[in-house]
């Protein structure tokens, strides 16, 4: 049951929600209602018991039925797989079990801006910095051209490649003012603060051309749109990424904001999954040498409801995603991913048109790590004082 | 399972891919396979699944997925469902 001075309502699925699928229906019912308040998913898996905010208890019926369509349509074709793990390198006793953050906060390690946003502080930015350099040198032997892309990205690329359809709750949309006088004045007198949220005439805002890209890579298929490629090509490049991710964000455990250094193999099938590969084999060594618990394993994305269980069960069917989760002591049995490698096959390559020469769509892969995760990995397995971390780690800070 | 079984299945199979893929009679009796028709690509592909475990009452175990990109290969499956 749950305690129903907290979550006063309930609403029986009708179904269980699988185990290992938790984690995604919670990460969906963040999206169901801006009048839902907090829910929680009973230890029995039928159930979600939750609280409206106050004076909106006439919503109740309809937040009743979305909670339900939710539960239902993550769950619907769900199959067991069991997870697929390439290297696994756990650990029993951590030098530290804190939750690294209200330390790191009172240290001026990190500062905290709003709901996703924080600001890294020197033993941070360190780590964040130290990590990228070595996984550039981890990956020398790769030759990748190195990139350079803008934090925003056109809605008409999200679009070319499904972005939108399937992770809409994530996305993150750019406004300008409408290039008119009166918008404009009208907008400098009224809009205001208003304690949470800036009060804003939606009329005064232009239509979004753009919006705040969500990863690195797409810039990169983007750039090839509409090309034939005579030979295999591997970028690199660093970006900041935004995914508005509700409830779920939580220090730099889930940013709204967060960076991201990506390797990018464009090339035939056998190519691509060659370069995965080496690059899995060469990301395990960085992560040896940073003395991290972690385990690379199969995963899938976040896809939005609607799409959820196809596309997650297309990507475990073909192995298209394997996660680095980093253990989070301070979570018993927590992890975090800190990176992922990629397989898209085709699926860009006919998006963005980038084909051979004689006109067939190339494939697609990419590598990611979220430096600021790797940041949060090391600090909570090792703790706060540099001292403390792994030689490898101090030896990459220093050089 | 005999050969009048077995084409029974393929043509099953071949209507829940000409519906799901809005074929022709004729295109559905072609070669089929992932990619061709273009349609058949990565959400086509679950959505194939999940019609021809409905339509053929049968329940397709995920490990399988991945190599069902054919014809002859999904008649297989299903004639053969402890494989």
């Known amino acids: 049951m749950g305690n129903p001075a907290e979550f006063p309502h309930s609403v029986p699925l009708g179904l269980i929600i699988p185990a290992d699928l938790v984690g995604d229906v919670v990460g969906k019912l963040h999206y169901v209602s801006e009048q839902l308040a907090g829910f929680r998913i009973s230890d029995s898996r039928d159930t979600v018991h939750f609280r409206l905010k106050p004076g909106q208890e006439s919503q109740r019926a309809l937040v009743t039925d979305r909670l339900r369509e939710v539960a239902t349509k993550l769950c619907r074709s769900y199959r067991s797989w069991g997870d697929k793990v390439l290297v696994s390198r756990p650990r029993e006793h951590f030098a530290y079990h804190e939750d690294p953050h209200p330390s790191l906060e009172r240290e001026g390690q990190i500062f905290r801006y709003g709901n996703g946003r924080y600001g890294l502080g020197p033993h941070v930015v360190a780590l964040v910095e130290a990590f990228d350099r070595r996984f550039l040198r981890t990956v020398e032997s790769f030759s990748p051209e190195a990139h350079q892309f803008p934090s925003i990205i056109g809605g008409d690329v999200l679009s070319r490649c499904r972005y939108i359809k399937s992770f809409p709750h994530s996305l993150s949309l750019v406004h300008h003012l409408r290039e008119d006088l009166d918008a404009i004045q009208g907008f400098a007198e009224q809009a205001e603060w208003g304690g949470d949220h800036l009060n804003v005439k939606p009329n005064s805002l232009a239509q979004p051309e753009t919006l705040l890209s969500p990863t690195v890579c797409f810039h990169c298929y983007a750039w090839l749109a509409d090309s034939k490629q005579p030979r295999p090509r591997i970028i690199t490049a660093r970006g900041k990424c935004f995914r508005f991710e509700s409830g779920s964000l939580h220090g730099l455990e889930r940013l709204w904001d967060f960076s991201m250094r990506e390797l990018i193999f464009v090339g035939p099938k056998e190519f691509v999954l060659e370069q995965r590969q080496k690059v899995i084999d060469a990301s395990t060594q960085l992560l040896d040498r940073w003395n991290l618990s972690y385990e690379i394993k199969t995963a899938t994305d976040p896809f939005f409801i609607d799409d959820f269980s196809q596309q997650s069960s297309f990507q475990r069917a073909f192995d298209l995603k394997f996660e680095v989760r980093a253990a989070l002591p301070y979570k018993p049995g927590g992890s975090v991913a800190i990176g992922s490698f990629n397989i898209h096959q085709d699926f860009f390559g006919r998006s963005f048109s980038i084909g051979t020469i004689d006109g067939q769509p190339l494939h697609t892969g990419c590598v990611g790590f979220g430096l600021e995760r790797v940041a949060l990995a090391l600090i909570a397995q090792h703790g706060l004082d540099p001292a403390g971390w792994p030689p490898g780690v101090r030896e990459d800070i220093s050089r | ?83």
């Not at chain 2, 043509?11 to 089929?32: C, M």
């Not at chain 2, 999940?50 to 329940?59: H, K, Q, R, T």
């Open chain 2, 1 to 83: 399972m005999s050969e009048l079984e077995r084409a029974q299945v393929e043509a099953k199979v071949r209507t829940v891919i000409g519906q799901t893929f809005g074929l022709s009679p004729a295109e559905a009796a072609g070669e089929l396979r992932m990619g061709n028709p273009t349609t058949w690509d990565s959400m086509g592909h679950m959505q194939l699944i999940v019609g021809l475990e409905e339509a053929c009452n049968w329940s397709c175990p995920g490990h399988q997925i991945a190599d069902l990109v054919d014809v002859p290969t999904i008649v297989d499956a299903i004639c053969n469902p402890s494989n």
